[in-house]
């Protein structure tokens, strides 16, 4: 568990070109290696950096020898990663490319701004892959340094789902370096950078044709599993779904933009609700009140018992249709024990 919410001054951009830099080669592999085990076996392998997180997952078919062989490469990459100097400049060059691509991305671009108004010069706020100037300043020894620190002996997650045993995965995992156990880094996470709110109104300009607006809501943290449940609840019947009340008014009845959403952001120590709209600039205004006034319908005018039953309805088909999908399966082990709730049905590995 690592991501930029870690990364002080002079580290920006360290998780995100860390968890590139271990695709390109191993003490036992090179990248092209690395690539062919997943490709051999027709599965997929990618990774992810977050604030609080970086993830390497794959889906590939059942089968011991499947198994086998992408646990030993996964292991192979967080312990024994080279950061050999000709593929840490060329992955450089790719991120840095995949940073200036997203300046391309209104929404993305939105989301970065929102940030770092909320956590207002706060590590939370800064982008997740720091800037093309930042990736630029980062040195091999700094890499290696924060590799050591958080990817070999740092707290560490392993979900798994499928047709698999136990049996065939501890092996793999009980020759890894000892890790940090869970309780450490949420201690030192909470004293030393707690998130602090900044709460009001900010107006940004660009260049994009797209107004793009987020409201904004604080949630207490840490939410208990049944509030949880009750938040995905509210989303599927607030703005999640194609019945919701957001699309309904501000797409289907109105016509006034096609991207609207509401959604959560779940961290360790506080919780946030928001909703999305995106429109020409004519009609800013209007889609404004319209947003403003379904949030304030929620409280004159509570969900009916019909709207909750739909939405129930909606979560429990969902999650029928999730449970034939592996990959969704091992994710939702994985923010169920970030989140602290248990997994009933699942080995604590």
């Known amino acids: 568990f690592t991501g930029s919410r870690y990364e002080k001054e002079g580290e920006h951009g360290l998780s995100h070109l860390c968890e590139h830099m271990l695709f390109k080669g191993s003490k036992k592999l090179c990248a092209r290696d690395i690539s062919l085990v997943f490709d051999r076996m027709g599965g997929s392998v990618n990774a992810y950096t977050s604030d609080d997180c970086v993830c390497m997952y794959c889906l590939i078919p059942s089968g011991q020898e499947n198994v086998a062989l992408a646990l030993e490469t996964f292991c192979d990459m967080t312990e024994n990663c080279i950061f050999d100097t000709e593929e840490l400049e060329k992955e450089r060059s790719v991120v840095q490319n995949e940073i200036a691509s997203s300046l391309d991305d209104s929404e993305e671009c939105a989301k970065e701004a929102a940030s770092r108004f909320i956590w207002k010069d706060q590590n939370i706020g800064y982008n997740i892959g720091g800037t093309v100037e930042d990736v630029e300043k980062l040195s091999r020894s700094q890499l290696i340094d924060w590799y050591k620190k958080y990817f070999v002996c740092g707290e560490l997650?392993?979900?798994?789902?499928?047709?698999?045993?136990?049996?065939?995965?501890?092996?793999?995992?009980?020759?890894?370096?000892?890790?940090?156990?869970?309780?450490?880094?949420?201690?030192?996470?909470?004293?030393?950078?707690?998130?602090?709110?900044?709460?009001?109104?900010?107006?940004?300009?660009?260049?994009?044709?797209?107004?793009?607006?987020?409201?904004?809501?604080?949630?207490?943290?840490?939410?208990?599993?049944?509030?949880?449940?009750?938040?995905?609840?509210?989303?599927?019947?607030?703005?999640?779904?194609?019945?919701?009340?957001?699309?309904?008014?501000?797409?289907?009845?109105?016509?006034?933009?096609?991207?609207?959403?509401?959604?959560?952001?779940?961290?360790?120590?506080?919780?946030?609700?928001?909703?999305?709209?995106?429109?020409?600039?004519?009609?800013?205004?209007?889609?404004?009140?319209?947003?403003?006034?379904?949030?304030?319908?929620?409280?004159?005018?509570?969900p009916s018992d019909k709207e909750i039953l739909d939405a129930k309805s909606n979560l429990c088909g969902s999650n029928i249709i999730a449970c034939e999908n592996m990959e969704s399966l091992c994710n939702a082990n994985k923010s169920a024990v970030c989140r602290g709730f248990p997994l009933n049905d699942l080995d604590s590995d």
């Open 157 to 302: 997650l392993v979900s798994v789902a499928g047709n698999v045993e136990s049996s065939q995965v501890k092996p793999f995992l009980e020759k890894l370096s000892n890790h940090k156990p869970c309780i450490e880094y949420p201690k030192e996470f909470h004293f030393k950078q707690k998130a602090v709110w900044n709460f009001g109104l900010e107006f940004i300009s660009s260049s994009f044709n797209q107004m793009q607006i987020f409201v904004v809501f604080k949630l207490a943290a840490p939410l208990s599993e049944k509030q949880s449940k009750a938040l995905s609840v509210l989303d599927a019947l607030f703005g999640e779904t194609m019945s919701c009340r957001l699309f309904d008014s501000l797409r289907e009845k109105s016509g006034l933009c096609y991207n609207v959403y509401s959604s959560r952001l779940w961290y360790e120590d506080f919780t946030a609700w928001y909703s999305y709209a995106s429109c020409d600039k004519k009609n800013l205004v209007k889609v404004c009140n319209l947003l403003l006034a379904e949030l304030k319908r929620l409280k004159d005018e509570p």
